[in-house]
């Protein structure tokens, strides 16, 4: 019996390791005179219409599944889409936000990503009403640049991480309504959470989180504010200040979580980021 125990052990850890190594088929998507790619968590028995989610990964990060974000897709019944980002002048992938080794790089991340949003809701039968975005680091400031440029893109946005770049800031008017969040911890050394007028990160002036998150709010003319603290779900000592902004015409709230000594991250085990983007997000689907 123990031998048998053993066996079983062993392949278990065995097919643990393949099914987390197995590699991840990609997609290519033909956009000007360059050929992208990403990549697809489409759940067993998903059903069409189904919402989609676009996680956009941080400045030259390989990280491109997020294996908790599909277990919640596969419990809540959405698809994800992992895009790959394009080279800058360091060969580093990432999304044209204004970093300066970006500032040779042509495209333009509003009609990507209506494209890429049109050929994955084509090809896997999604739906494009139900559509939104998430992403990490410099994917998280992409979420703030599109919800500035092209709010309407998709139905909500949620910032981990990100920043909004003064040149965004002062050089585009306020956005239409557009619900948005923002996960960020305060002790972050490489998106600073108090800002960086100064550029001393090197990533381009940048306006402190609270102030990024309350133009939103004054962008979609939230009238009340409410707060609520609560511990990280790994650490009881240090505690979570989620910050809801509500009361608006349109119905569209926005929300900024503060991880008290949260480092640059996605914060899992502080929130559970996954559960509490999905529940943020489907607080606005579209009946069909």
């Given amino acids: 019996m123990k031998k048998l125990l053993l066996i079983l052990t062993a392949f278990m850890a065995t097919f643990s390791a393949f099914s987390q190594n197995q ?3 990609r997609y290519t998507l033909n956009y000007g005179d360059t050929v992208r790619t990403y990549s697809m968590f489409i759940p067993d028995g998903l059903k069409p219409e189904a919402p989609l989610v676009i996680y956009t990964h941080g400045y030259g990060s390989k990280t491109r599944w997020v294996k908790a974000l599909n277990a919640t897709a596969a419990r809540e019944g ?3 889409c992992y895009p790959d980002g394009a080279p800058d002048s360091r060969n580093k992938d990432g999304w044209k936000v204004g970093y300066p080794p970006q500032a040779s790089m042509t495209v333009d991340e509003a009609d990507f990503f209506v494209r890429l949003k049109e050929e994955v809701c084509s090809r896997f039968k999604l739906s494009r009403e139900n559509s939104f ?16 440029t092209a709010p309407g893109l998709f139905r909500a946005y949620a910032s981990v991480a990100g920043l909004l770049f003064e040149c965004t800031y002062l050089n585009n008017p306020l956005p239409s309504p557009v619900p948005f969040m923002e996960i960020h911890g305060d002790a972050d050394k490489t998106s600073m959470w108090e800002g960086d007028h100064n550029n001393t990160g090197g990533w381009g002036a940048y306006i402190p989180v ?4 309350s133009t939103m709010a004054t962008a979609n003319r939230c009238c009340s504010m409410r707060t609520e603290t609560f511990p990280t779900l790994t650490d009881s000592t240090r505690t979570v200040t989620r910050t809801i902004y509500y009361d608006s015409p349109s119905g569209f709230d926005v929300e900024v979580w503060r991880v008290e000594g949260g480092k640059h991250s996605w914060h899992a085990k502080d929130v559970g980021t996954h559960d509490v983007v999905w529940n943020f997000f489907k607080r606005y689907l579209l009946s069909k």
């Fill in 23 to 25: 590699e991840i088929p």
């Fill in 78 to 80: 959405f698809a994800v």
């Fill in 133 to 148: 975005m998430t992403g990490m680091s410099n994917g998280g400031d992409l979420c703030y640049q599109l919800a500035f």
């Fill in 210 to 213: 609270p102030l990024a998150v």
